[in-house]
């Protein structure tokens, strides 16, 4: 019933930044998950950071890839359905496809996360 569009991938050098934003369609309950998944080329789908739906900033709200942490910041924003993953100090093993994904689970496994963006590219060149 939760659809998810991802927006804002792009080519970017190295050192620069983007963010991506994902915007559901639908009600988000304040007791989902939601995160940020990326899949570099030929490999697996990885977990990037998540964040409770309407959870405070501090210890078990945010996580982070130890990859990202420092570098990207998930939010949120409930008056307008929306997932924003801004991402600094971007390097070169960054490049993936970026998706969003909302569960039921405060998990880093992709499994546990039922609604997915169709996702968008991210590109990072030296």
């Known amino acids: 019933q939760i659809q998810l569009e991802e927006s804002g991938g792009g080519s970017v050098q190295a050192g620069g930044s983007l963010r991506l934003s994902c915007a559901a369609s639908?009600?988000?309950?304040?007791?989902?998950?939601v995160a940020w998944f990326r899949q570099p080329p030929g490999k697996e789908r990885e977990f990037v950071a998540l964040a409770r739906w309407r959870g405070g900033s501090g210890y078990g709200s945010e996580l982070y890839a130890d990859s990202v942490k420092g570098r990207f910041t998930i939010s949120r924003d409930g008056a307008t359905n929306t997932v924003t993953l801004q991402m600094d100090s971007l390097k070169i093993e960054d490049t993936a496809v970026y998706y969003c994904?909302?569960?039921?689970?405060?998990?880093?496994?992709?499994?546990?996360?039922?609604?997915w963006g169709q996702g968008t590219h991210v590109t990072v060149a030296s």
């Open positions: 639908g009600r988000i309950y304040s007791s989902a998950v």
């Open positions: 994904a909302r569960g039921s689970q405060y998990s880093t496994d992709h499994l546990a996360y039922l609604n």
